[in-house]
């Protein structure tokens, strides 16, 4: 069982920057890759930034390009979100998630708020 928790949301202003933390514990061997999702309130979630710790590839959703950077530490079980130019559409929950012995990430943190205000 691996538990993951997030930190680092907030309310913020539109440009401004937050960088979101997760770390995870508990039985991370076989962790392959961690990603960022999110869900903006009525909306459905999304895949906002992945890495694949074999390999270092990423992928950023195209709304995110450019302003965000997702950055971890396999070994340390630890992810981040560097989130820049904020704006009132990243406004959204957002949830740390890992694969782990699987090709689907199947173990998720409860979530941290994120609120960008204009």
């Known amino acids: 069982q691996v538990q993951l928790v997030e930190s680092g949301g907030g309310l913020v202003q539109a440009g401004d920057s937050l960088r979101l933390s997760c770390t995870a514990s508990?039985?991370?061997?076989?962790?392959?890759?961690m990603a960022w999702f999110r869900r903006a309130p009525g909306k459905s979630r999304e895949l906002v930034a992945s890495?694949?710790?074999?390999?270092?590839?990423?992928y950023y959703a195209d709304s995110v390009k450019g302003r965000f950077t997702i950055s971890g530490d396999n070994a340390k079980n630890t992810l981040y979100l560097q989130m820049n130019n904020l704006k009132p559409d990243d406004t959204a929950n957002y949830y740390c998630?890992?694969?782990?012995?699987?090709?689907?990430?199947?173990?998720w943190g409860p979530g941290t708020r994120v609120t960008v205000s204009s």
């Open positions: 508990g039985r991370t061997i076989g962790n392959t890759g």
């Open positions: 890495i694949t710790w074999r390999d270092g590839i990423t």
């Open positions: 998630a890992a694969r782990v012995l699987s090709v689907d990430y199947n173990c």
